[in-house]
């Protein structure tokens, strides 16, 4: 009987694998009804597959793990980690005070301070490098600056040697930052080398 509960798991974590190559990220309902399967055994076997690094757990299911090199689309992130984005803009907007110039960089997170924005009360001056996030900023009391430059498509930022000269001209209260990892020891990182730089020198500014 051992024998064939190990043919039967293999034969799960083989059906789980494809599904992710094929569709990159799954529920794990959808694997319960794929393997036809309990919950507890899907989890297990999700747990035992993260073990080997052959796919990432996520909330409610797992993916297959990320390069750290490539870059996931703004449409791909913005059905990510929802909740946990609201309460950092929930956080984030407490720091905001009247007249505030301030710059929103590129991202889904800080994307998710937008609806907020909108609705603060007093004037804001708004400085941002995503063309987003310049169109969805409506409000009368916001007087909105979008920086000039490259458009990276993936992400829907805006770098290059123009942004970086515009940006130098600006003086900011505050800055949010999108980020692809974080280090306490070294601040916010990203893999493209364009968008460090304009983030870099928003800190700066």
Not at 18 to 44: C, F
Not at 47 to 66: F, I, M, S, T, Y
Request: proline content about 2%.
């Amino acid at each position: 009987m051992k024998e064939v509960k190990t043919i039967l798991a293999n034969s799960r974590k083989q059906i789980i694998l494809e599904k992710l190559h094929k569709e990159k990220r799954a529920t794990v309902e959808e694997l319960q009804d794929l393997t036809n399967s309990s919950l507890s055994t899907i989890r297990r076997d999700l747990n035992e597959l993260e073990d080997q690094k052959l796919l990432r757990r996520v909330h409610g299911g797992a993916e297959l793990p990320q390069d750290l090199l490539t870059e996931l689309s703004t449409s791909e992130k913005s059905f990510r980690n929802v909740q946990e984005k609201r309460k950092i803009a929930q956080s984030a907007i407490q720091l905001i005070t009247e007249g505030d110039t301030i710059y929103l960089d590129a991202g889904t997170t800080t994307g998710t301070m937008i609806p907020l924005l909108n609705q603060s009360k007093f004037p804001l001056t708004v400085v941002t490098n995503s063309v987003t996030h310049a169109s969805k900023l409506i409000a009368d009391h916001l007087t909105v600056h979008i920086l000039g430059g490259l458009v990276k498509k993936t992400t829907d930022s805006v770098t290059g040697g123009n942004t970086l000269t515009q940006l130098s001209n600006y003086r900011f209260n505050i800055a949010f930052l999108g980020a692809n990892a974080f280090d306490p020891s070294v601040g916010a990182m990203t893999p493209d080398s364009e968008e460090a730089a304009v983030k870099a020198l928003a800190v700066q500014q």
